[in-house]
């Protein structure tokens, strides 16, 4: 065959052949260019309750606590209690060696009865004009001396014996019979725990929300319990900006006092509003934002929003009922891009 008859035909074949596949290409990528769509879920708009919750740490105290210090000072005779013991209000405790300030009543109290018969004799004599009215009185004065320096004895041999406060639990002693106590020092510490007070601080914007009697939700070590407010600080503190407040809680769950606590109160409640996951929130700069399905396509709608809690958002405004919000594909979506939606969600399947 003539080679130049041959090139003419190879060059032109091979032109059609590139034409087609082009025209192929070109086809093929407007079909998907044409029919590209965004598949992803869609949660839809419903009423529903939703309540705006504060939460806050606690601190866990005891119903009554205190450390029971030596009244007196002196040697320890007898410990009537085991720690960790509870113990009933008024029982003795503790003994302190009080044999000295005994013996020095038994001493005064017969020099007493010695001189109240000497005021009686006294007295007669001034009667038959025997003695002076001087006499008389500095016979009185010595009876009231000896009974002074008695009952002041009688002081020291009551508080000898150290009695509970009231009913409680007996903490951790560090003292044996035969030691010393100086006058103060600590002897035990005693706690009635059966209710505790839930102590805490509100943010000072939170004042108006809070009252006496009203009942907030104490959470600790897995547990909750319900407890009435009962006292609210009438300062605010000035460096913190915060307002204290106490709350009483039956103890039905052997909670120990010092332990950590949160506490959930409830600031108020809505009944039908619009409550939006918040993964579903696109946040931009100065705004927030949703994306809607509607017709086919991405709206991206700007929504004012209000309280929060762990999950979920409050929306005031932008969003009506039924609308279907973008649930997934958030990072890929724009606006006026086309969507299909291929199952709706509930907010647990989020």
């Keep these: 065959m003539n080679k130049s008859f041959y090139y003419?035909?190879?060059g032109i074949l091979c032109l059609a052949l590139l034409l087609s596949s082009?025209?192929?290409?070109?086809?093929?990528?407007?079909?998907?260019?044409?029919g590209s769509a965004l598949t992803a879920e869609g949660f839809v708009m419903i009423p529903r309750h939703f309540e705006n919750k504060l939460t806050v740490t606690a601190n866990l105290l005891p119903e009554e606590s205190v450390e029971l210090k030596s009244p007196v000072s002196g040697t320890i005779l007898a410990i009537h209690f085991n720690e960790g013991q509870h113990v009933k209000k008024g029982e003795?405790?503790?003994?302190?060696?009080?044999?000295?300030?005994?013996?020095?009543?038994k001493g005064l109290k017969a020099q007493l009865i010695a001189a109240r018969k000497e005021l009686k004799r006294k007295q007669d004599l001034l009667l038959a004009e025997g003695a002076s009215q001087e006499e008389v009185e500095t016979a009185r004065?010595?009876?009231?001396?000896?009974?002074?320096?008695?009952?002041?004895l009688s002081v020291y041999i009551s508080l000898a014996s150290v009695p509970a406060p009231f009913s409680g639990k007996i903490g951790m002693r560090d003292l044996s019979v035969g030691a010393y106590l100086s006058q103060g020092q600590t002897i035990i510490q005693i706690v009635r725990s059966e209710q505790l007070k839930i102590d805490f601080?509100?943010?000072?914007?939170?004042i108006s929300q809070v009252k006496a009697g009203q009942n907030i939700t104490v959470a600790s070590n897995?547990?909750?319990?319900?407890?009435?407010?009962?006292?609210?600080?009438?300062?605010?503190?000035?460096?913190?900006?915060?307002?204290?407040?106490?709350?009483?809680?039956?103890?039905k769950k052997d909670?120990?006092?010092?332990?950590?606590?949160?506490?959930?109160?409830?600031?108020?409640?809505?009944d039908s509003a619009m409550v939006v996951p918040s993964q579903l929130i696109v946040p931009e700069l100065g705004a927030e934002t949703v994306y809607i399905y509607k017709n086919g396509k991405a709206i991206k709608q700007t929504i004012t929003t209000g309280p929060r809690n762990e999950t979920d958002v409050?929306?005031?405004?932008?969003?009506?009922?039924?609308?279907?919000?973008?649930?997934?594909?958030?990072?890929?979506?724009?606006?006026?891009?086309s969507l299909k939606i291929n199952k709706t969600v509930s907010e647990s399947e989020l």
């Design 314 to 337: 409050l929306v005031t405004s932008g969003l009506t009922p039924g609308d279907t919000l973008l649930a997934s594909g958030l990072m890929q979506v724009r606006e006026g891009m």
């Design 201 to 206: 601080s509100l943010p000072g914007r939170y």
């Design 141 to 152: 004065s010595e009876v009231e001396q000896l009974e002074a320096q008695i009952e002041e």
């Design 255 to 270: 909670w120990f006092p010092g332990n950590f606590a949160e506490v959930i109160m409830i600031l108020d409640v809505h």
């Design 22 to 34: 082009c025209k192929q290409t070109g086809k093929s990528a407007g079909q998907k260019d044409e």
């Design 8 to 10: 003419p035909w190879v």
């Design 222 to 251: 897995g547990d909750t319990l319900m407890a009435p407010v009962y006292a609210i600080n009438p300062v605010v503190d000035e460096n913190a900006r915060t307002l204290q407040v106490r709350a009483r809680l039956e103890n």
């Design 92 to 105: 003795s405790l503790l003994q302190i060696d009080d044999r000295v300030w005994k013996a020095q009543v």
